[in-house]
């Protein structure tokens, strides 16, 4: 039996197709369309996910897309007209692409896939409990989901027992904790859907010194974590922006303007909203655990991506272990809703082994014979190595503080790069995080990066006592690990803490000593489980810096072209492509270009 997940139309559309009960694909439309967060119909992704299946639409036993229109259609109605007449230009703004599209999806879903047979529908938190629970090691957990809205849903709690979820309590629309950080994420100058990560690193650069006026104005948490926004400071409801000018006053002023300089002041909004974030999920997760009895824990959502909250979540809730859906945002939802028909809708039993989801390695892959055929008709310069010559040649790069490309098997279906489209770089290097930021990726100087560390030697380098493969749990640097700080670099305040080499990792070590880690497992990759251990035999160190392989306002590269074109922009040193290393020194000249970055603002 297949089924095939979609979600999509409001941002990360996505399609993941589930074959008698096995993930055999997914992807987002971003990847294939080259257009970041991309909302449209995933057809590219469903093609993709069919080729992979080795099927035809007619073959589908099931579409199933992740959330209901028509209620999520009801509840805009219901809001425009509780806010009337002051939202009327958002009214006439989303009405065309409702009355075109998204109400008729299944009209869309039968044209664009040319497909005759059933089309289901899921609640849009369903879809993400599903994709918490389901691909998740435990045979019953607690669940729990955080996003900015699905139809009326914004938080849902609940038990997953064998083949089945339940939701037990949600918080509705307009009582957001996504919504929250969003508003935070646009009044910081920051694009509300892509930046909050951004507004997280940003976070330790500041002084939670607004917390008590969130706290106390914004938002009412109660001690099980249930809480309430005051509207009377947001305009989300009714208009095209976050928030009003009684948020403005409340801290001091106007949202700063996109691409204007970073004060202190978004450093500290930063750090208190993250705080306040961070409070809320801590008291859930409590009172989910008093609630339910469960041991583990698992989320999904887009909140859920927020790493440093995870992280906490891990260390400081009365739960044995967590587990986070690695693909957590709207394009998990298409992975939730097929695995929710197949579980619960058509009651197949389901085996929990933690392995289902196949590290999230779920998008193409591209054959040795398909990348050389493009390398030779590009007349592109190559060397070809077997696997063990390949990773002893980039390991050695990159103990040299070469900056490599890294594009080998199939995509990671999520936010992350994970070792398969991946830029790697020496973290040792105390120069290496401001070189990836400035002349790799083109983006802000406080970005921080990840490590990659060989999953045995994880624990000797950070304050972690289990795997972290998907990059979604930050914790601290080991003590022994850390620099002994003159008292100037110890008082550093704002971006000046970025000069501070704080570790013997400095380029993957944040400014309050912690990191965003992902293990590797030898099962999950063999061949980046190799490169690094590689590199520790040369270096002594098992761990290097794994940024995605892309630049600000792209999405992460998928073809052989994409990571060609992507390399020769920037000022990576290297590209392993398959079993082909490219010198951007041998290359030919690249057209100067660099007008393509005006599209992309830093925001």
Avoid at 278 to 299: D, K, P, Q, S
Avoid at 420 to 441: C, E, T, V, W
Wanted: net charge negative.
């Amino acid at each position: 039996m297949h089924i095939l997940g979609l979600s999509g139309f409001y941002h990360d559309s996505a399609a993941a197709l589930v074959s008698d009960g096995e993930i055999v694909a997914a992807a987002q439309e971003e990847r294939f369309s080259r257009r970041k967060h991309d909302p449209d119909f995933p057809a590219a992704a469903a093609e993709y996910c069919l080729h992979e299946g080795g099927i035809s639409a007619e073959e589908l036993d099931y579409v199933v897309f992740y959330d209901k229109p028509f209620v999520k259609f009801e509840r805009m109605m219901t809001t425009y007209l509780a806010v009337a007449p002051r939202g009327i230009r958002s009214f006439f703004v989303q009405m065309p692409f409702w009355l075109k599209e998204k109400l008729f999806v299944q009209n869309i879903i039968r044209k664009r896939l040319e497909y005759d047979g059933p089309v289901l529908y899921t609640m849009h938190h369903q879809a993400h409990a599903a994709a918490a629970f389901f691909p998740s090691p435990f045979d019953e957990a607690a669940f729990l989901t955080l996003d900015g809205v699905g139809e009326w849903a914004t938080s849902t709690y609940g038990v997953g027992r064998g083949n089945k979820v339940e939701i037990l309590k949600q918080i509705n629309f307009p009582h957001s904790l996504g919504l929250l950080y969003s508003a935070f994420t646009y009044f910081t100058g920051f694009k509300v859907n892509s930046g909050e990560y951004k507004l997280m690193g940003l976070a330790p650069y500041g002084t939670p010194k607004y917390t008590a006026a969130i706290l106390e104005h914004l938002i009412d948490v109660k001690e099980d974590g249930s809480f309430r926004l005051n509207m009377e400071y947001f305009d989300y409801c009714g208009g095209l922006r976050m928030t009003n000018e009684r948020f403005a006053e409340l801290f001091g002023g106007p949202a700063r303007p996109q691409e204007t300089e970073i004060t202190q002041r978004e450093m500290d909004l930063a750090a208190s909203v993250q705080t306040v974030t961070e409070e809320v999920i801590l008291r859930m997760a409590r009172a989910i655990y008093n609630h339910t009895g469960m041991r583990h824990l698992t989320l999904a959502g887009g909140v859920a991506l927020n790493c440093v909250a995870n992280g906490r979540v891990l260390r400081e809730s009365p739960f044995d272990d967590i587990w986070i859906q690695p693909s957590a945002g709207d394009a998990g939802g298409a992975l939730g809703a097929a695995l929710f028909a197949w579980h619960q809708l058509l009651d197949n039993e389901r085996h929990a082994d933690g392995r289902c989801q196949r590290a999230s390695y779920l998008g193409p892959h591209f054959p040795d014979d398909a990348i050389e055929a493009y390398l030779e008709e590009e007349r592109i310069h190559y060397e070809r190595f077997d696997e063990e010559a390949l990773c002893e040649n980039v390991a050695r790069l990159l103990a040299m503080g070469k900056v490599v490309g890294w594009f080998q098997g199939r995509m990671e279906f999520g936010p992350r790069a994970l070792g398969a489209r991946s830029i790697l770089g020496d973290a040792r290097s105390p120069a290496m995080q401001s070189l990836l930021n400035r002349k790799i990726k083109f983006r802000e100087s406080f970005r921080p990066f990840a490590p990659s560390v060989l999953a045995e030697y994880a624990d000797q380098y950070f304050n972690l006592d289990r795997q972290s493969p998907y990059m979604l749990l930050v914790a601290p640097v080991q003590g022994e690990r850390l620099a002994a700080l003159e008292e100037n670099e110890a008082n550093a305040e704002g971006f000046d803490k970025l000069r501070v080499a704080r570790s013997e990792i400095p380029a993957v070590t944040h400014v309050d000593n912690s990191a965003r880690i992902q293990t590797v497992d030898k099962r999950d990759n063999p061949l980046y489980h190799r490169l690094l251990a590689r590199f520790r035999e040369l270096t002594g160190c098992p761990v290097i810096i794994n940024t995605s392989f892309n630049v600000r306002g792209e999405p992460i590269v998928c073809a052989p072209k994409d990571a060609y074109t992507c390399f020769m922009r920037t000022q990576m040193d290297y590209l392993a492509m398959g079993p082909f290393l490219l010198d951007k020194a041998l290359q030919q000249e690249w057209p100067q270009d660099d007008a393509w970055r005006e599209d992309y603002p830093l925001d």
